[in-house]
């Protein structure tokens, strides 16, 4: 069985390096959003690496390569003042030589549980136990007695937003946990909130990214 790699190969010099390129891109006022890496300009991958390929990030920094892109995703779709200094939060925040693999299941429960709070529970009663039951699978860490089949058929019964959240469950079914975040992004679970629909990403964004950097930050 493979050995899952410990964050930044458990060396606080490999912390430091990064930690250091991302600040001095940062005060230069080279982080961008919408770009790879050109002429010392970049997204968060672009401005960690000083290259874009987040297939290096569990080879340089000893960080699976799913956190990474999860980290370009929040980076890209989060509100523009926080964006300004999440890349270099998020680096800050990774504890040195652990597993990061922990937090995978924690934020689909957390993701989970943001969709069964938006859920009309009454009217919906076998999509809310269809969340509960994944919710308990994630919590015991034994999703391989859900039946991941028939959660695909119920969201492909439904539309909009309740199809939103049963495709979510099934994901996270899967523990596929960037697809999960990136649709419960861009689902529609909000559509009738205060906040107007264009801007919706980047409210989920926010809150997603608030959950994650305390998530890294309580690994062992």
């Known amino acids: 069985m493979k050995e899952n790699i410990l964050s930044y190969h458990n060396d606080e010099s490999i912390k430091?390096?990064?930690v250091e390129r991302m600040r001095d891109h940062i005060e230069a006022g080279e982080l961008v959003r919408g770009l790879g890496f050109i002429n010392g300009r970049g997204c968060a991958i672009g401005c960690t690496l000083?290259?874009?390929?987040?297939?290096?990030?569990?080879i340089e920094l000893g960080i699976p390569r799913w956190l990474g892109q999860?980290?370009?995703?929040?980076?890209e779709k989060m509100s523009e003042k926080k964006s300004k200094k999440f890349p270099l939060e998020f680096?800050?925040?990774?504890?040195?030589g652990v597993?990061?693999?922990?937090?995978?299941?924690?934020?689909l429960i957390y993701?989970?549980?943001?969709?069964?709070?938006?859920?009309?529970?009454d009217a919906f009663p076998d999509d809310h136990k269809i969340l509960g039951d994944v919710l308990e699978a994630l919590r015991s860490g034994n999703t391989d007695r859900l039946d991941i089949a028939e959660i695909g058929k119920m969201y492909r019964a439904h539309y909009g937003a309740v199809s939103d959240i049963i495709y979510i469950a099934f994901c996270a079914a899967k523990v596929k946990v960037k697809t999960a975040l990136v649709d419960y992004m861009n689902s529609s679970i909000y559509s009738n909130s205060k906040f107007p629909k264009k801007y919706k990403h980047i409210f989920h964004c926010d809150l997603c990214a608030d959950k994650l950097l305390q998530l890294l930050k309580e690994c062992k």
Do not use: T, V
């Open 16 to 18: 430091n390096k990064y």
């Open 111 to 121: 993701i989970l549980e943001l969709c069964l709070d938006a859920l009309d529970h």
């Open 99 to 107: 597993d990061l693999e922990q937090i995978r299941p924690l934020l």
């Open 50 to 58: 000083d290259k874009y390929d987040d297939a290096q990030y569990p």
């Open 91 to 96: 680096l800050e925040s990774i504890p040195i």
């Open 70 to 75: 999860l980290e370009e995703i929040i980076f």
